[in-house]
């Protein structure tokens, strides 16, 4: 590590008062010794990194990192804060501050070394060395392991690991389980045994951290833990019989885990990694409980922060975003192949194919009806999965596979009984919250082996179906009714500003909650075989809203390239396709990076274009696909005209919030850093 880090990377009197500020003075150290090529491509990099998560954590430290084109070689920085700077750790301001800087390529060695630094700062006795250390070299020496704090020995794993790269992350992610030694489990008992999986979208800080206080939280509880890190510097499987003999796992991640289905079959708790860092004795907790009531899950279906639960500590309204959105992400491919189909089906035998017979009975290979009516007849089949797929995932994630059986059913019932998505919605919280009331109640031994199987299925089914046929269903089925009816009815105005509005949620969050609300209440308008006109204007004026964003930040990137970075510039070529292609999140690295800017442009173009395409009248049958299904869209050039004013309009208002950033820029600069900001034109950042 001694290459990695010098006195001249260090400052222990950081003035800074914003994360982004703080980043850019230990940037610019970086820069001065020429180990970042272009500060702010750097810095973007940084943003967009901490853009996916605040890298705060309990005890006073922030971690700034990222992998970066820009950086010749693997670099550590590292401030002092005494007012402290926060970096969203809920424990409050961050005093200690390191900045990673990993080149793009770096080597399975040097992010090795990375790890270990990241595993010694959940050493209390480390970071107290460094609070107290008096001079820039004593603490670059601290951090490097050449110094040993007195009376301390965690800065000697650091010196342990600069040396022998491979020693800590290594030993994590072959298995070696935490030590017991200060466990006393009772004579002739074996203590209880877990295995865990940590990654971050890095894998540079987070993933060793939550493994190294996994670690330390399995010592304490006195249980054997073994943890496998799934990081930048590559992983190592854990040996199945280590797997086999465990009674419960925990996975800490923020990217899908790798090989989930070997952990198949053991009671398990799913959380983010920064809930493996800042509160390990609440999962290992957790994971225990699990096993004492028989839970099993299965680990074959990669999960992703967004079909989890939710953590501890999580509001409700956080918590019922995640549920639906689990949802929502699951019912959506059925939407696109569904609705594509069925589009394909009219545009090729006209709306008379919905009256075809069924294809079982009559098809003939040369007649294009008969093909036409066998896109229909399977994408109506398609179709008839949404409300039952809705339901049922929302009901995963709140309660995992449990909850699939009733949320599935519940959810047909709702078709059944013409509830339509709105039933859909409230058969999966019914059937989630039914399942997770039961799994709360104590069981019997003998019958935990059956209560996945058996039991919860039989009775939560049961009850979910009493609900929605006796109870809610009727009253839900009405309320359907009339938002359907209230939409038949919408012309002149109103139609207007509803095209608006949704314009404005598409491009609110690109991708998000709010823009995945829009997009459902288009979608379940045109979820039936004879969609009413209203339901296929605010089809068409979701979409074209959709395009606006990535459309519009490739285009900008085109006319003033000198105001984007050349990884800005890169980007603006994907986002035509993108854009094109109707994916919302081809905007997401510019958003990211300049949001106050980016964002509230793409909402005013992304308005201007949902209300000209319901004036103009456009129709959409399609749920998907962008520029492709033009031959699908009524009045197709008006709809063209309308998402070309808003990619206008949206380019206009980005290229002249970031002109004007220019002049303040350069005036605010100063020294080296100012002749290179100058010379940089005033780029932006970007996400990596």
């Known amino acids: 590590m001694s290459d990695m880090i010098t006195a001249d990377l260090v400052d222990l009197d950081l003035s800074a008062e914003t994360k982004e500020a703080a980043a850019r003075a230990l940037a610019e150290r970086m820069v001065a010794l020429g180990r970042v090529t272009d500060l702010e491509g750097f810095l973007a990099d940084v943003a967009a ?24 070689e693997p670099t550590l920085a590292f401030g002092r804060s005494a007012a402290g700077i926060d970096f969203g750790a809920p424990d409050g301001p961050a005093d200690l501050i390191f900045l990673i800087a990993a080149p793009a390529g770096a080597d399975d060695a040097h992010l090795t070394i990375l790890s270990s630094l990241a595993r010694q700062l959940m050493n209390s006795e480390f970071t107290d060395a460094l609070r107290s250390a008096g001079d820039a070299a004593t603490a670059a020496a601290l951090i490097r392991g050449d110094e040993t704090p007195t009376a301390t020995t965690g800065a000697a794993a650091a010196a342990s690991a600069s040396q022998n790269t491979a020693a800590a992350p290594v030993a994590a992610s072959t298995g070696t389980a935490a030590a017991t030694k200060d466990a006393a489990p ?9 295995v865990a999986v940590t990654s971050c979208p890095t894998g540079i800080a987070h993933t060793y951290m939550a493994a190294e206080s996994l670690e330390n939280a399995g010592r304490e509880a006195g249980v054997e833990l073994v943890v496998e890190t799934q990081g930048s510097a590559g992983f190592t499987r854990l040996a199945p019989e280590v797997i086999a003999a465990a009674d419960g796992v925990i996975f800490a991640h923020d990217v899908p885990v790798r090989d989930k289905d070997r952990f198949a079959g053991k009671p398990t708790v799913d959380v983010g990694v920064k809930a493996g860092i800042n509160r390990p004795a609440d999962l290992i907790g957790e994971v225990r409980a699990k096993a004492a009531r028989g839970e099993a899950t299965s680990g074959s279906a990669p999960a992703t922060p967004v079909e989890r639960a939710g953590e501890a500590g999580e509001g409700y309204g956080t918590k019922l975003r995640k549920w639906l959105m689990s949802g929502v992400s699951y019912m959506v491919p059925f939407v696109a192949a569904g609705g594509l189909l069925i589009a394909l089906g009219f545009a090729i035998g006209g709306y008379e194919v919905k009256s075809a017979p069924s294809v079982l009975n009559h098809f003939v290979w040369t007649q294009t009806d008969s093909w036409a009516a066998l896109m229909f007849q399977i994408g109506a089949v398609a179709f008839g999965f949404l409300v039952p797929v809705l339901a049922g995932y929302i009901a995963y994630g709140m309660a995992d596979r449990p909850g699939l059986v009733p949320g599935f059913v519940g959810g047909m019932i709702a078709s059944t009984i013409n509830a339509g998505f709105l039933g859909g919605l409230v058969a999966g919280l019914l059937a989630g919250g039914v399942v997770m009331a039961i799994q709360k109640i104590d069981i019997p031994k003998v019958l935990r082996g059956i209560m996945p199987v058996v039991v919860i299925p039989l009775i939560s089914t049961a009850i979910v179906g009493f609900l929605m046929f006796v109870v809610v269903g009727k009253p839900i089925a009405s309320a359907q009714k009339g938002m359907t009816d209230w939409l038949n009815g919408l012309s002149g105005s109103n139609a207007i500003l509803l095209g608006a509005l949704l314009g404005l949620m598409m491009c609110f969050d690109l991708g998000g909650p709010v823009n995945k609300v829009a997009y459902t209440f288009a979608t379940a308008g045109i979820a039936v075989s004879s969609p009413s006109d209203s339901a296929m204007k605010i089809m068409a004026a979701v979409m074209a809203a959709g395009m606006v964003p990535p459309l519009a930040m490739a285009l ?13 510039r890169e980007n603006g070529k994907a986002a035509w396709v993108l854009g094109a292609s109707f994916i919302s999140e081809g905007a997401i690295p510019f958003a990211a990076a300049d949001p106050l800017r980016v964002i509230p442009s793409s909402m005013v173009g992304g308005a201007i274009t949902g209300a000209l395409s319901m004036a103009f009248g456009a129709t959409l049958r399609a749920p998907h696909g962008g520029i492709f299904v033009v031959p699908l869209i009524g009045n197709p050039f008006l709809y063209l005209i309308a998402i070309a004013a808003g990619v206008c309009v949206t380019t206009a208002l980005v290229v002249l919030l970031k002109g004007l950033r220019k002049p303040a820029q350069q ?19 970007v996400a990596a």
């Open 49 to 72: 990194r901490e853009a996916q998560m605040p890298t705060g954590l309990d005890g006073g430290i922030g971690i700034p990192h990222c992998r970066s084109a820009h950086v010749t």
């Open 186 to 194: 009772a004579a002739g008992e074996r203590p209880f045994r877990i």
């Open 556 to 568: 900008a990137t085109t006319v003033r390239g000198k105001l984007f970075t050349e990884t800005e």
């Open 667 to 685: 005036a605010s600069a100063g020294g080296s850093a100012g002749t290179a900001a100058t010379a940089k034109e005033d780029r932006q950042p």
